[in-house]
Every structure is written in structure tokens, then in C-alpha cells.
């Protein structure tokens, strides 16, 4: 396995992008009133600036309301590209990380894209820099490059595919049937659960989520004890000791999904909590436990949620409307290529949900 080396309170010489910066950065708890005053002001500048928000599940349940209060979508990564893209509006509002911002401005050149806060990162990101990867790339040129698609546009446009954890292993496991060989990067424990599902060939770049990477297999097992008629659902970006004991291991969306129709009444949940806002909503009579990130071996960085996620707030939300910044750049160059590989993606998940339906592929049906 290719080890790349990092230290997150070391990321950079300025420690602009360590977690303790990501922490300090995000928003005072709102009083309810300041809370109501700021999302219909929110709403307002939404309409008069033609724009949409686009939410990821892990950001703050006031966010994800108000993007489903205002005609935008509360999402998985793929599914925020896909409804980013094909959205009439002309300004896209992401609140979720740097990375998505970037895949919206690659697929929408055309669009302005802001987002409350660019210092917003990714561990898996920010453990991925692309002249590593680049040369880790020149070293294996036989390989098919797939990237997850918490990476850069630099780090996408040096890929063949990108790829989200909602249609990875279908991804994988076709490039697998056709006798490709793969270069992965940058998470190693969704890497490492794809290579064990499909069989390929997989060379891992060795990056982590500092969210999923801190649930705790022995204490998840003590809370299984506690709980013995709980579904355990699991992000895949998890450690293979807690993804082993998983019933459902999937996507935020595939999670969702398992609570909602599932039969159980209750559910173990190893992925951000940020989560748990929607799945209350969609299924209010169930009982909700976090996966542990605590306990003997624990050193917590962000105990099951993402600092860079909870970056993300309503206010800094209303800025960011009032000034048109900060907007998402990605130079030209680096757009257009990095457009293939989430091209190719989109192209593929399109014709696989037109297969199931009967429906001729095309991009425009997703
Ligand atoms: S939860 Fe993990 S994978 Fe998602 S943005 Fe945060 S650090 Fe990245």
C-alpha cells in the first residue's frame, strides 16, 4: 500500500487546515428567534438571486430544512452533483464541503457557485495532495485511476473515473469483469471493503475520513450486547472491524433508506450524526443510537461529526448571499478534465438506472 503521511493538527505550515482551525470556525448556536429571523432572510436572497441550495446530509438540520423549504435538495454527493447540474436556477448555494463546491462548478461552468465558507475541507482531501498522487499515478500507468469524489479538481482531473459510495462498488466491479486493474485513492477503508466485495486488483492510496475512521469495532460491539435486536448501518468509510459487524453497509442515502424500510425498531448509525436530523424526520417512531467513537483505545477528533461540515451555518449562509462570495473557482484547464472521470460516472449510473427501468441512457435521465 502507498503510504502518504499526515498529521492533521500538522496539515499545513500555517495550520490553516487542521481540525482545531475547522472547530474555531464554526457558528455560535443560534436562539430560536435568531434562528427563524435568518432563514427567511436566507429564503428571500435565495429567490432574488435565482438560486438554489444544495445541502449535504451531514450539515446542520436548519440548513437542511431550508433547502427542502426552498426547492433545493437535501443529498448524497452523487445526487447533489446530478440535481446542481440539471437545475434551471443560476447561482447553486452548496453547503457541504470544498470538493462539492468544485464538482458543481465543474459540471456547471456556467453557474456561479457559492458556498458559505471555502475553508470547509475534507480530511480525504487535504490527504490526497495532487502532485503526490500525480507521481503515484506515473508509477502504475497500467492501472484504471478511480477516485472517490472527496478529492480536488486536480486530483479528479488526473483520474479516469470518479466515483461516489453510492455506485463505487457497481463501478469497481464492472472495471473488474473487463479485466482492468485499479488505482484507488484516497479513503483506504472503502477501498479496502470494494476490493473485498468485487475481488479486483486494487493499489490503495492510504487517506481516511477523521469521522468514519474513529468508530470503534470492541465498543460498537459492547453496544450490540446492550442492543441486541438493533439494525447496525455503517458508512464504508469505516474501519473493517466495525463494517464486519454491519447488517446494512451503504451511502448516507442507502442508510437512510434501511431505517426508513426497515422492520426493526431500532438502529445502530456509524456515519456522521449530522445524519440523524433526516432520518428523524423520515422515520420519527424509530429509535436512533450513534456507533461509538468513544471508549478505552478513543482519541477523538470529531466524535461522529465533521468539523468542516459543521463550518456550515445559517448566518455565514446569509453572508455569503449578500456578498456573492465566497464562489467556487476551478481554472479551465483543470475543469474540463476533471469533467471526464465525473462524466463517465454520471454516464454510468444513468444507463444502469435506465437498464433497471427499461429506459433508454442519457445523460439527462438521472
Ligand atoms: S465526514 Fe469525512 S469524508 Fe465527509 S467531508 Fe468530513 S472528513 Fe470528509
Known sequence: MNQVSF????????GQ????????KVPAPLTAPERQTLTERAAE???AHNAVLVAHYYVDGPLQDLALATGGIVSDSLEMARFGRDHAAQTLVVAGVRFMGETAKILSPEKRVLMPDLDATCSLDLGCPADDFAAFCDAHPDRQVVVYANTSAAVKARADWMVTSSCALEIVADLHAKGQKILWAPDRHLGRYIQEQTGADMLMWNGACIVHDEF?????ELLREQHPNAQILVHPESPKSVVDMAHVVGSTSALIKAVVEGTAQEYIVATDNGIL????????????????????SATCKSCAHCPWMAMNGLL?????????????????????????????MLDFTAARKAQASGMTPGIGAA
Open 45 to 47: 436572497l435565495l429567490k
Open 316 to 344: 455565514n449562509l446569509v453572508q455569503c448571499l449578500e456578498r456573492g462570495a465566497p464562489e467556487i473557482h476551478v481554472d479551465e484547464p483543470t475543469r474540463v478534465k476533471a469533467q471526464r472521470c465525473i462524466n463517465r
Open 216 to 220: 470503534k469495532g470492541l465498543e460498537l
Open 277 to 296: 436530523h433526516r432520518m428523524r424526520q423520515l422515520a420519527p417512531h424509530k429509535t436512533l443510537i450513534e456507533a461509538p467513537t468513544a471508549g478505552n
Open 7 to 14: 498529521d492533521y493538527p500538522r496539515q499545513d505550515a500555517q
Open 17 to 24: 487546515t487542521c481540525t482545531a482551525h475547522a472547530w474555531a
